[in-house]
């Protein structure tokens, strides 16, 4: 455990770097790329060789060339994990510890964090905390992961979830199984009192429709989601059933925090002074603000494995600095998966993009678009109760904003299927897999 002194510190510092100007914060992020690079090179020769690019005759970091830096995707860091990890990390960053990704992009990542990057992800949680006036007395349910760390089912305490140094931050984090069905956890909340739930922004909405079915009211201040975007419909359905906003984050085993939603200009501010993000092209360059690319991140404070230009597998789109006082760049959108990309014969690759609208024109209480065939979807959707349904719309959606010569389908599920990990997929492509619609089902059709 990070000492209560070392967070504080790490807070601290954010507090102040997101008011400073943004040059200030820029040259303090190349401060610290430096450093990284700078440490990965003496200690690693993975990429002693890979950041030759940017290393000038006198052994000087030339960041002027950081373009020419190649991307780390998955498949490097699974064909070598050792050559990522040094031998010995600076003693002021602490131990370390393991962590898997979710492996919803295929097979998961092991990365190993330091105490100080978990400091500083954490830290970066309570900026956030901080930025909606979040109550660190009050208690947390997260629904998400499996039976708990003894492995037995029900309720788990843990410890605070607020600063330790805190002495009004009493809230305890309690967490039950994501198998847990909706209504036991609506039970348990209710039971405990709890003023906040965390989950995936799937799983959320889907705890907000059971409690809507069964006219439960269940008080709460906000919902804490993580790990992508939250969509409109997501926010809607559970601001109706339990009266509280949605704040979304965007994070990974891999970075960490990397964004959170500011409550006044409504956008995620990134935290850069955390972790430096680049949108990027096919190439590896970096795209003008405003255009749609690859998410590359470079978790700053990482030195037990050092992911420099690491592609996350999300499609995203920044912006500058907002309107808000605060010189942290925006995070605009978060597009989807790479994986989610479907691709036709004639070469056209596209991230589809359906507005949530139509979802619900065609009755939807949640869906799917899954490429089934080349020029085959099938849309899989779970119905709302006592709504008329309009299929028709959604297939005029498709045709419109998807391509024009789509056959599309229809099949009705008792609940949707998600994917590792737990994470739900708005967008599936099974072209490139090679498998047919038959594959990867886990929702059973309704009857």
């Known amino acids: 455990m990070t000492p209560p002194s070392v967070e504080r510190q790490v807070f601290d510092s954010l507090m102040s770097s997101q008011y400073q100007p943004a040059a200030n914060l820029e040259a303090q992020q190349r401060a610290q790329i430096s450093r990284l690079l700078g440490f990965a090179i003496q ?32 498949d490097e860091v699974l064909a070598d994990l050792a050559a990522l990890r040094p031998a010995e990390i600076p003693p002021e960053h602490g131990s370390t510890h393991e962590f898997s990704t979710s492996g919803s992009t295929g097979q998961p990542v092991k990365v190993l964090v330091s105490q100080l990057a978990n400091a500083v992800s954490q830290a970066s949680g309570w900026r956030a905390h901080t930025w909606h006036d979040l109550d660190w007395r009050e208690d947390v349910l997260a629904w998400m992961g499996d039976a708990g760390a003894d492995g037995g089912p029900g309720l788990h305490t843990h410890g605070r979830w607020g600063p330790p140094w ?41 705890l907000a429709s059971a409690a809507l079915r069964a006219g439960e009211r269940l008080p709460l201040k906000a919902l804490l989601t993580f790990g992508t975007a939250t969509t409109s419909d997501e926010r809607a359905d559970c601001q109706a059933a339990f009266g509280a906003p949605m704040l979304g984050g965007y994070a990974s085993k891999e970075a960490g925090l990397m964004a959170y939603d500011c409550p006044v200009c409504g956008h995620m501010h990134l935290n850069s002074d955390a972790v430096f993000v680049e949108v990027v092209d096919d190439d590896g360059r970096v795209v003008p603000p405003g255009t749609q690319g690859r998410i590359v991140v470079t978790p700053l404070f990482n030195f037990a494995q050092p992911l420099i230009r690491y592609e996350q597998g999300d499609l995203g789109v920044l912006g500058a600095s907002g309107q808000c006082g605060r010189s942290l760049p925006l995070l605009t959108r978060i597009v989807g998966r790479t994986t989610d990309l479907f691709r036709f014969p004639d070469g056209q690759v596209i991230a589809p993009s359906i507005p949530v609208e139509f979802g619900r024109r065609m009755g939807a209480e949640a869906w799917q678009l899954v490429q089934v065939a080349p020029l085959a979807v099938e849309v899989r959707y779970v119905p709302r109760l006592d709504a008329p349904r309009d299929e028709a719309a959604f297939e005029a959606a498709v045709h419109q904003l998807v391509r024009a010569d789509l056959a599309v389908t229809f099949r009705v599920l008792d609940r949707m299927p998600e994917g590792p990990g737990g994470k739900f997929q708005q967008y599936v492509s099974l072209v490139e897999k090679g498998v047919s619609s038959e594959s990867n089902e886990s929702a059973s059709p309704a009857r």
Do not use: C
Not at 51 to 70: E, K, Q, S
Not at 177 to 188: D, G, K, L, M, N
């Open 166 to 206: 805190r002495p009004d931050a009493k809230g305890r984090m309690l967490s039950i199984a994501r198998q847990t069905r909706p209504e036991e956890v609506i039970r348990i909340a209710h039971k405990r009192g709890v003023a906040y739930l965390t989950g995936r922004p799937r799983s959320l909405q889907e």
């Open 43 to 74: 200690t690693l020769p993975f990429y002693a060789q890979r950041l030759a690019p940017i290393l000038r005759r006198n052994g000087a970091i030339d960041l002027t060339r950081w373009n020419d830096v190649p991307i780390l995707r998955r």
